[in-house]
């Protein structure tokens, strides 16, 4: 059996209860498979609910009644070594609240010490549902987004992100990133619990589905998607490919405005890995966004100084310093096919 939430401030099982508690243990113990649970990576289903212990270890507030610290995760080192460290505190980020009214605590693993590839973490902007100022990062954030991942390390769109409801589509499942952002990031079927407030009618945190349907190389296709600006850098990106959100826009953390990546590690992720992990710093002066553009284009043949070194060493779009990116090249871009 994994760990259940260990929970605080609750009154102590009454006989009945803590004879069920011993019972569950011995079980345990004993390696029963009558009283073992389905909760697993493979599975996908990490939660607990209410037939936990065969419906006796529900809204029980202490794991140590049931499961011995040293017993836990033994065939997961890298989660054993932050829980025998941690300990039941820990719990509630995986497998949920058991029943109680205590909170999931994601960030007691999912920190800059413990994991900080998971995810790549940087300055104070983020998406922390309010536009106004930048929040500190809580796991009641984190659950809005992920309230069911599998915690096997491998990123999957419709068992890492939370299957949000559509006015448009329903449940439908994701076919990439975009999809999840787009049900909220919309004009008029947003989710009715996290509504994008003080957004101008221009603004793109509203216009993003239709910015997406639109022209743009960077999302659904319109046309023969034939670009002017030909070149690309060595990868699996190609003028065919529909790159994600969270290519350009790092969701956890970033110093740059509109929350664009600060580096290749944190986007990008079809590009070579060398290119990628070296990491290429992206600085946003203004509205000149070369370092951005630069990590993925490359002038084939090289036009209008497309071999003017950008900030962060790279050279490859016809840039001059402190330029205006968007006067030619926005999103959803009606004019010129693609960006």
């Known amino acids: 059996?994994?760990?259940?939430?260990?929970?605080?401030?609750?009154?102590?099982?009454?006989?009945?209860?803590?004879?069920?508690?011993?019972?569950?243990?011995?079980?345990s113990l004993a390696a029963n498979p009558a009283c073992a649970r389905n909760v697993s990576q493979a599975t996908g289903n990490l939660l607990l609910d209410a037939s936990h212990g065969n419906g006796e270890a529900w809204g029980k507030p202490n794991c140590s009644?049931?499961?011995?610290?040293?017993?836990?995760?033994?065939?997961?080192?890298?989660?054993?070594?932050?829980?025998?460290?941690?300990?039941?505190?820990?719990?509630?980020?995986?497998?949920?609240?058991?029943?109680?009214?205590?909170?999931?605590?994601?960030?007691?693993?999912?920190?800059?010490?413990?994991?900080?590839?998971?995810?790549?973490?940087?300055?104070?902007?983020?998406?922390d549902f309010n536009t106004p100022k930048d929040l500190r990062t809580t796991s009641k954030q984190c659950v809005v987004c992920h309230q069911s991942s599998d915690m096997d390390g491998q990123f999957e769109l419709n068992r890492d992100l939370t299957v949000f409801n559509d006015a448009d589509v329903g449940k439908k499942p994701y076919n990439n990133k975009s999809e999840f952002c787009l049900r909220c990031h919309n004009v008029d079927h947003q989710q009715k619990k996290w509504r994008i407030k003080h957004a101008g009618n221009r603004d793109q945190s509203l216009r993003a589905e239709d910015y997406y349907t639109l022209i743009d190389a960077h999302g659904v296709r319109d046309g023969d998607g034939i670009g002017l600006y030909n070149?690309?850098?060595?990868?699996?990106?190609?003028?065919?490919?529909?790159?994600?959100?969270?290519?350009?826009?790092?969701?956890?953390?970033?110093?740059?405005?509109?929350?664009?990546?600060?580096?290749?590690?944190?986007g990008v992720p079809l590009l070579e890995q060398d290119i990628r992990n070296h990491p290429y710093p992206v600085d946003i002066v203004g509205d000149d966004y070369s370092d951005l553009c630069v990590l993925c284009h490359n002038m084939s043949q090289t036009l209008d100084g497309?071999?003017?070194?950008?900030?962060?060493?790279?050279?490859?779009?016809?840039?001059?310093?402190?330029?205006?990116?968007?006067?030619?090249h926005n999103h959803g871009e009606s004019v010129q096919r693609g960006l």
């Open 231 to 266: 070149g690309l850098r060595s990868g699996a990106y190609a003028y065919q490919t529909i790159v994600d959100c969270s290519d350009c826009h790092s969701l956890h953390g970033t110093r740059n405005p509109n929350l664009i990546i600060e580096n290749s590690r944190q």
């Open 65 to 127: 009644s049931c499961h011995a610290l040293q017993r836990l995760h033994n065939s997961v080192p890298d989660i054993k070594t932050i829980v025998n460290r941690k300990k039941f505190r820990t719990c509630t980020g995986c497998h949920g609240s058991n029943g109680s009214n205590a909170g999931r605590q994601c960030i007691v693993c999912h920190n800059s010490k413990d994991l900080p590839l998971s995810p790549v973490r940087g300055g104070r902007h983020r998406h």
């Open 1 to 27: 059996m994994l760990a259940v939430p260990s929970l605080a401030n609750h009154s102590r099982p009454g006989p009945l209860a803590t004879l069920g508690l011993l019972l569950i243990l011995c079980c």
């Open 306 to 328: 497309g071999d003017t070194v950008t900030r962060n060493g790279l050279t490859g779009v016809h840039f001059n310093s402190g330029s205006d990116c968007a006067v030619c």
